[in-house]
C-alpha cells in the first residue's frame, strides 16, 4: 500500500508541489520549472495511475484513501493525508473533489510514435483555450479516436485544466507536436492518412461524404480564425459540418465531437 503520512501544517515542504496551484505566477505544471502533470479528483487520479504518467504522489483527504486503497496497492508513492482546511491553503482553494496526484512529465511522444496504430486522429491549429482541448480529449476517448497532434500556437494539453476538463483521457490518449507545421502534414500523408480540413465553408463538401479513407486525420482550428489558409491548402479536401443558416460555427470541441462520430458511423 501507500505510504500515509498525515500533514497537519500546510507549509511542510513534503507537499510542495501541491502549493499555490491557482497562483499564475507559480504554476508547477508549466513545462518549463517543475513540469508537473496534476490530476484533480477520483477518476482523474485513477486514469494517472493507469497510464504511463507515474504520480509522485498524492495529497487528499482520509476518506478518498479509502476510495483508492486498491489502486494504490503495490504503488510505492506517498499518499499525504490531510484535512479540507489544510488542503485549500496548501493548493490555495477549496478542492471539492478532495484528492490530487502530482507526476512528472515523461519524455515527449514523436507523431511517428503516436501514428503507428491510429486510424483516426484529430490536429489542432492555433487551439489555446484549455476547455476545449481537455474537452477534444474526452471526446476521442468516447467516440474512438485514436491520437491528437498538435500544430502551431496550441496551449498545453497538461495544463491542470485540460487534465481535469479531459476527466484524465488527455493521460491516456497519446499525443505528440507536428513539427514544421504545415509542412509536417506529410508525415500523415505518407503514412495512407486523408487529412481533411474542417471548415465552415458553405462551398465545401459535407463531412460525412468527403471522409472516405481507411485511415483519416481531422484538421480542427481555433475559434474565430479556424484553419489558416497555408494549413487549408496543405489538406487534401475540405469538408463541413452542416449547420442551421445563419449559424457560423461550431465550438471546436462540438466540432471534433461531431466529426468523431461521423467516422465512428463511417467505418
Do not use: W
Not at 480529449?137 to 496551449?155: E, I, K, T
Not at 479556424?226 to 466540432?255: F, K, Y
Request: aromatic residues 6%.
Amino acid at each position: 500500500m501507500a505510504e500515509v503520512i498525515d500533514i497537519d501544517d500546510p507549509a511542510d515542504p513534503r507537499v510542495a508541489d501541491f502549493r499555490d496551484l491557482s497562483n499564475a505566477d507559480r504554476r508547477p505544471d508549466l513545462p518549463g520549472g517543475k513540469g508537473l502533470v496534476i490530476a484533480e479528483g477520483t477518476v482523474v487520479v485513477e486514469r494517472m495511475l493507469a497510464s504511463r504518467f507515474t504520480p509522485s504522489g498524492l495529497l487528499g483527504v482520509a476518506r478518498k484513501y479509502e476510495v483508492l486503497a486498491e489502486q494504490l496497492t503495490g504503488i510505492d508513492v506517498p499518499y499525504y493525508r490531510a484535512t479540507a482546511e489544510v488542503m485549500a491553503e496548501i493548493v490555495g482553494f477549496h478542492l471539492n473533489r478532495g484528492v490530487l496526484a502530482a507526476a512528472r512529465r515523461p519524455p515527449e511522444l514523436t507523431a511517428e510514435a503516436v501514428l503507428a496504430r491510429a486510424r483516426t486522429v484529430a490536429v489542432l491549429e492555433g487551439v489555446n483555450d484549455h476547455e476545449n482541448i481537455g474537452s477534444i480529449f474526452r471526446n476521442a476517448a468516447g467516440l474512438g479516436a485514436d491520437a491528437v497532434l498538435f500544430g502551431d500556437r496550441c496551449s498545453d494539453p497538461l495544463y491542470r485544466r485540460s487534465v481535469r476538463v479531459s476527466m484524465g483521457h488527455v493521460l491516456r490518449i497519446p499525443f505528440a507536436p507536428l513539427p514544421e507545421f504545415p509542412d509536417g502534414l506529410n508525415i500523415l500523408r505518407d503514412k495512407g492518412f486523408q487529412i481533411i480540413a474542417l471548415t465552415p465553408d458553405p462551398k465545401a463538401d459535407t463531412l460525412a461524404h468527403a471522409m472516405t479513407g481507411d485511415r483519416v486525420a481531422l484538421l480542427l482550428g481555433a475559434e474565430g480564425p479556424g484553419l489558416t489558409e497555408d494549413t487549408m491548402r496543405a489538406s487534401d479536401i475540405r469538408a463541413r459540418i452542416p449547420m442551421t443558416p445563419g449559424t457560423d460555427s461550431l465550438n471546436v470541441a462540438t466540432a471534433a465531437a461531431m466529426a468523431f462520430y461521423e467516422r465512428v458511423r463511417a467505418q
